[in-house]
């Protein structure tokens, strides 16, 4: 039996639910995997509470120290941001000491770097916090489907964006409303924009498509819509449409390229997509053995996270206390070759959402606008009740490629009773 | 890059799954591995027809030379049984060759002894295919589960089983009908009773709740009911109470001890259980810092199983080539002790159809038979427009523990009126 000894930086939320699952978990994991793990120093910018820090750990004021020092095995990184983890885990793994992060940020933008280093030094980097949380979806990526052609992968990536959805949906609620008690019950950050406007969700997203397809992939090239324009009325209209509206994550392999986006979706009720309620975050998988695979859970939260944080530290102690400790070779973040962006992406459903100053003559302009590029409106409904300065238009269209539907977006926005954008969802 | 030969023995669906995948997929397997694998030799006892015979392999008449035959490196046992599955098992482990196999049955009855004699010789045995298909779920309670207690696992675990219900289900038809369409589309065996009797799902269960919580587990030590007695009034009383039928698997580890059973259980229908559809399978795990985990695929058929195959076939051929073959600590295999089961369940609510001859006072003696027991009842159904001779009541009582409703179950089929046992459904 070996101790590895564990030095956490960014003792936050989920670095303390790491150090506590390490301590309360102790002899579970020693059972189960012949290794002791300690956690024997910590840090944070802000400092630690005394009460907070784990017993028989030290609190370091500088991440350069606990990443140098001699009783630390394995650095976690769970500080959040890039600038200081990109710092802290070249200087790890230049030390020789592999690394454990949950930070998707960091290995979105600079993935290549790190895995490059890594292997260089033939050192793992764990990383299955980064994604869906306490969901082992990376794992089952390079593991489970290793002998498999997978096509597409998709999910519900970012919680607090799918807690709000569905509470508008549940309770009726206007989105600020939703969004307010997310933040009063600690979903959502002051600063909501990486949740709500699709960020994070693209972080993972891209992630996961390297893995699943291999390749270079830039965040930048992922078109990225949040559901900050979301209102309750189009809760409503999905209802009527016998659905409701999830921000889906998508990747599809097809012969012309991958097609990528992080959007808002109308997804039916009795989709799986649609059972997938609060916080929580579920990825699809389709191969073209294993089929359709879902996997669901809580895709947020010190514990959940600190689970996956803490699995990939098992993993990493039991190769280093049976001296077979090496990089892994992870599938997408080696390749020196593109994913390839598909150019033209294959034709699907929409649902527009217009809202309107009444005037007589728009239904007929916007009609004109869609029939002039050839798309087939499937279904129109003015939501009745509404007060003649401000109407919404409910349009569905028959499937069309997004560069088409897009530019009828932007032909409609041109109009001069159009009171905000259109909103777009992609319908499932 | 190294090669890996493969040889497998009992050369049917599942088998012939896994050569074609080794074979279609060889570039993208010994891009993520590199390593390459082969199958060198193939083995069945009814012959392998030619067009079937992998490129490259030969047809070995008998398995025990399989075995011994120099150009094979891993035994894969795809056979099915548990007679020579398990000298097979045995002999490869003897000549110190991993094993990987496909079979729940050779686990759950002789697992004691072959993971010990897989741990003296510090092989593995790949059997991620014996539980739930495609769905990588041994994987994550080893792997990604290492830190967390597990407190529940269960799921539906038979997609034969599964199919029929909700074949009965979308079509309003009878068991038999359901039965015979399985039967004919190849889903369910000339003799279906591992299926629907419950013998398959209690074999994966077994696996499942010792990986999860350790210790020695009996197959016969779990209370097994099938699905031969739901009838299509079942489902359609379910309906009525905005429910459906499942076949359930479930292992729950409490205070007092494991309470396990595979059963028919009455599940809401928004439930992600009722959300489980056809040959699918569905695990649960609950843990106390991952919360509730879902992992849905398909459970069945040549691809997903085989896909499974290959992927333990490249973690032990990695390990190969890399010279760190080990055998894996398999958590609830390799441990002296019972797990324990519960003598006295927890209350729950439960779901009684009675099939009775009319007369009068039925409802009244049923009534005191439940009373008596301090049992309450929830609610009671007779089924209008039925014969007379054929008459069906439903009731749900509120929750008590099984013994309880047992008795009282015990007391209503003794009753001169009953024209069949009573069918009892475990609310969700």
Redesign the interface.
């Known amino acids: 039996m070996r101790r590895v000894r564990v030095g956490i930086v960014g003792f936050g939320t989920v670095g303390r639910?790491s150090a506590e699952?390490?301590s309360k978990?102790a002899d579970?994991?020693e059972?189960?995997?012949?290794v002791k793990l300690e956690v024997t120093a910590v840090c944070r910018r802000s400092g630690v509470r005394p009460e907070h820090t784990p017993a028989g750990a030290r609190v370091v004021s500088n991440w350069k120290e606990l990443v140098q020092a001699e009783d630390v095995d394995v650095v976690v990184e769970t500080a959040g941001g890039t600038d200081q983890p990109l710092q802290l885990v070249r200087a790890a793994l230049e030390k020789g000491k592999p690394v454990v992060t949950a930070n998707k940020n960091l290995l979105a933008e600079h993935g290549d770097e790190l895995f490059s280093l890594a292997a260089s030094r033939n050192l793992p980097i764990g990383f299955?916090a980064s994604v869906a949380g306490?969901?082992?979806i990376l794992?089952?990526i390079h593991?489970?489907?290793?002998?498999?052609?997978l096509r597409a992968v998709h999910g519900i990536l970012n919680g607090t964006a799918n807690y709000i959805l569905t509470q508008m949906e549940s309770r009726a609620i206007e989105f600020d409303q939703a969004l307010q008690e997310a933040q009063a019950a600690g979903y959502a950050e002051a600063d909501p924009s990486l949740d709500i406007d699709g960020f994070d969700a693209r972080d993972k997203l891209c992630i996961l498509a390297r893995m699943a397809f291999?390749g270079r992939l830039k965040v930048s090239d992922i078109p990225t819509y949040g559901i900050r324009q979301v209102r309750a009325i189009d809760i409503h209209s999905a209802h009527r449409l016998d659905s409701t509206i999830r921000l889906v994550g998508s990747a599809e392999q097809t012969e012309a390229g991958l097609e990528v986006s992080v959007r808002p979706w109308l997804v039916g009720c009795?989709s799986?997509l649609a059972?997938v309620e609060g916080v929580n975050n579920a990825v699809f998988l389709l191969?073209?053995?294993?089929?359709?695979?879902?996997?669901?859970?809580?895709g947020a939260g010190g514990?959940?996270t600190?689970?996956?944080v803490?699995?990939d530290?098992?993993?990493i102690a039991r190769d280093l206390a049976?001296g077979?400790l090496?990089a892994k070779?992870v599938?997408g973040f080696l390749d020196s070759h593109d994913v390839g962006i598909c150019p033209k992406p294959r034709p699907v459903s929409w649902y527009l959402r217009l809202t309107v100053r009444d005037q007589r003559g728009i239904v007929a302009r916007v009609a004109e606008v869609i029939a002039h590029r050839d798309i087939n409106i499937d279904s129109l409904e003015q939501e009745p009740h509404l007060p003649k300065e401000r109407l919404s238009f409910v349009i569905t269209v028959e499937p069309v490629s997004e560069p088409i539907i897009q530019r009828a977006v932007g032909a409609i926005n041109a109009f001069e009773f159009m009171l905000e954008p259109v909103l777009l969802l992609r319908v499932e």
Not at 31 to 34: D, H, I
Not at 143 to 149: K, M, Q
Not at 287 to 298: A, E, L, N, T
């Open positions: 639910a699952i390490i978990h579970l994991i059972r189960r995997s012949g299955e306490g969901i082992p794992r089952v593991e489970s489907t290793a002998g498999d052609r291999g009795r799986m059972k191969g073209d053995k294993i089929g359709m695979q879902m996997f669901y859970g809580r514990d959940a600190g689970a996956a803490v699995s530290l098992i993993e049976a077979q090496s070779k599938s």
